[in-house]
């Protein structure tokens, strides 16, 4: 990763007093030393840290998320907590471990996270009676206490959500965001009487999370069913929102919503008493979305100067910057760019300042372009003289010159146009991906030509398997991503592209992170 070069630059008042000049740091120019369509990982790797998103840690697998990517984090929060809580969902917190014998009651839960969890052997150097997991999920913790609590069907509906984070250690690649041994996350639990709530719910859940990837995150999604291979372990059917990365043709789960069926009930026993005084099997739902969010929108929008972020989830809409010449009013310019700050906050705009006098003006839009804030503001001698402001769009690069008491309503229309902009540019190069196949051999071309592949499936397992070993390489298996609720036409007498025998659906293929 390319370091910013920096010459520190300290020079001595010669004159009468014998005091220092303010000191001046004349930095290099920021950049990037790789390119997105040339290598995509280390231009990944670097967009992450130069736009102080994370830090890199001691700890293979573990980041530090910086207040650039927690903000962006709270915003999310603040949207997905307000819409869950006027479904009627509580907040919990459940403690981080759990025990052996509870974590291993259901059995397909645990073999499908078996490899993942971290265990706690020791306190201080004394050996535990028994070793204690961290969990890499809460169904276990959580469902042994639903069923103390739920008697009753005035008992139900139970909704409780947590905000936490999780602990899945065994993989390999860690990447920021999308891959991490620790990472932080919503997780909704819910109890029903009846499945048809919670075949209700899943789906409610699940737009929310189009929602989040769509309309702040600007990255297009497909809405859809897992396969029973690729659906949660013990659960009975799960869904999910699927973006798709062009760089490096590679599909990405965005975030999760299962339906748990009576499975988890039967092995926790979570049963009430219905309004006929006969026990019944509860209905559960489980569901998350995590900061895998904020890595699929870096590498949907970044590009070769940074980060690109969509205006709804920019801790900073706008950023100022005074532009001085020489022999210019700088304190009146610096005075316009303070009114101008408040104005568009006391709007409802996150704007800021950049007044630091130790960098020069080009500098500071490189830095600010690295963080990918949406719009600048540049206001010098020419612009004080005009009451205007520059504008500059960082999705496009495109300046604009603007009266400065048309300023609220014009950045309004700006960051709008750069939200919808960010959306349409995503989605046209998602769709110029998607590739509709009907044979082998056209499945093995586009999967080698890095695209989203949508074929005509017999939805059999073991088909899916054998895709999975007939295409497993160093770039990786391909494997269904989802079934799109989209369903194009499946003329009769349509056949399996894998099989050969007839098609029941239409499902996304390819390989994925």
């Known amino acids: 990763m390319s370091a910013v070069v920096r010459d520190l630059a300290m020079s001595t008042n010669k004159g009468g007093g014998g005091g220092k000049k303010k000191e001046v740091k004349k930095e290099t120019k920021l950049g990037m030393a790789y390119k997105k369509d040339d290598n995509f990982g280390e231009w990944y790797s670097e967009v992450v840290v130069n736009s102080e998103m994370i830090e890199y840690y001691d700890i293979s697998g573990c980041y530090i998320l910086r207040p650039w990517a927690m903000e962006i984090w709270e915003l999310l929060k603040e949207f997905f907590d307000a819409e869950i809580k006027k479904l009627k969902l509580k907040p919990y917190y459940f403690p981080l471990f759990v025990t052996e014998n509870v974590l291993q009651k259901e059995k397909d839960h645990i073999e499908g996270f078996a490899p993942e969890v971290a265990w706690v052997t020791k306190s201080g150097k004394s050996d535990l009676e028994a070793p204690i997991a961290i969990r890499p999920t809460s169904e276990t913790v959580m469902y042994p206490y639903f069923s103390k609590w739920i008697r009753s069907h005035r008992d139900l509906p139970l909704k409780c959500n947590q905000w936490c984070n999780v602990v899945r250690w065994e993989f390999s690649n860690p990447t920021p965001f999308i891959r991490s041994r620790e990472f932080l996350?919503?997780?909704?639990?819910?109890?029903?009487?009846?499945?048809?709530?919670?075949?209700?719910?899943?789906?409610?859940?699940?737009?929310?999370?189009?929602?989040?990837?769509?309309?702040?995150?600007?990255?297009?999604?497909?809405?859809?069913?897992?396969?029973?291979?690729?659906?949660?372990?013990?659960?009975?059917?799960?869904?999910?929102?699927?973006?798709?990365?062009?760089?490096?043709?590679?599909?990405?789960?965005?975030?999760?919503?299962?339906?748990?069926?009576?499975?988890?009930?039967?092995?926790?026993?979570?049963?009430?008493?219905?309004?006929?005084?006969?026990?019944?099997?509860?209905?559960?739902?489980?569901?998350?979305?995590?900061?895998?969010?904020?890595?699929?929108?870096?590498?949907?929008?970044?590009?070769?100067?940074?980060?690109?972020?969509?205006?709804?989830?920019?801790?900073?809409?706008?950023?100022?910057?005074?532009?001085?010449?020489?022999?210019?009013?700088?304190?009146?310019?610096?005075?316009?760019?303070?009114?101008?700050?408040?104005?568009?906050?006391?709007?409802?705009?996150?704007?800021?300042?950049?007044?630091?006098?130790?960098?020069?003006?080009?500098?500071?839009?490189?830095?600010?372009?690295?963080?990918?804030?949406?719009?600048?503001?540049?206001?010098?001698?020419?612009?004080?003289?005009?009451?205007?402001?520059?504008?500059?769009?960082r999705d496009n690069g495109t300046k604009v010159d603007i009266p400065s008491t048309d300023l609220v309503e014009q950045v309004r229309v700006l960051l709008d146009g750069f939200q919808a902009n960010l959306l349409e540019t995503a989605k046209a190069k998602r769709d110029a991906c998607i590739v509709i196949i009907s044979t082998w051999d056209e499945f093995i071309a586009a999967l080698n030509d890095k695209k989203l592949i949508l074929a005509p499936w017999c939805d059999e397992e073991e088909v899916e398997k054998d895709v999975k070993a007939r295409t497993k390489g160093e770039l990786g298996a391909a494997k269904t991503l989802c079934t799109p609720f989209d369903q194009p036409d499946l003329p009769s007498g349509t056949v399996c592209f894998a099989s050969g025998k007839p098609a029941q659906k239409w499902s996304f293929w390819g390989r994925s992170y």
């Not at 372990?233 to 069926?261: D, K, M, W």
């Not at 926790?268 to 006929?276: A, G, L, P, S, V």
């Open 185 to 393: 996350w919503q997780e909704g639990h819910t109890v029903f009487a009846t499945k048809e709530e919670a075949d209700e719910e899943v789906l409610q859940i699940l737009e929310l999370y189009r929602r989040i990837y769509e309309e702040f995150l600007a990255v297009p999604v497909s809405k859809g069913r897992k396969s029973e291979m690729e659906k949660f372990a013990g659960g009975l059917y799960t869904t999910s929102v699927e973006a798709f990365i062009p760089n490096t043709g590679r599909g990405i789960q965005g975030a999760t919503s299962h339906c748990l069926g009576q499975n988890f009930a039967k092995m926790f026993d979570i049963t009430f008493e219905n309004e006929k005084g006969e026990r019944s099997m509860v209905w559960q739902n489980s569901w998350a979305y995590t900061t895998r969010s904020i890595g699929v929108m870096v590498m949907t929008h970044g590009d070769d100067k940074g980060l690109v972020l969509p205006p709804k989830v920019a801790p900073i809409q706008v950023i100022v910057i005074p532009v001085p010449f020489k022999d210019a009013d700088t304190t009146g310019i610096k005075g316009a760019c303070e009114s101008a700050v408040y104005t568009l906050n006391q709007a409802g705009i996150r704007a800021d300042l950049d007044a630091r006098e130790n960098y020069s003006p080009g500098w500071k839009y490189s830095q600010w372009e690295m963080k990918g804030v949406p719009l600048r503001i540049e206001i010098g001698p020419k612009d004080l003289a005009n009451k205007q402001v520059r504008i500059v769009r």
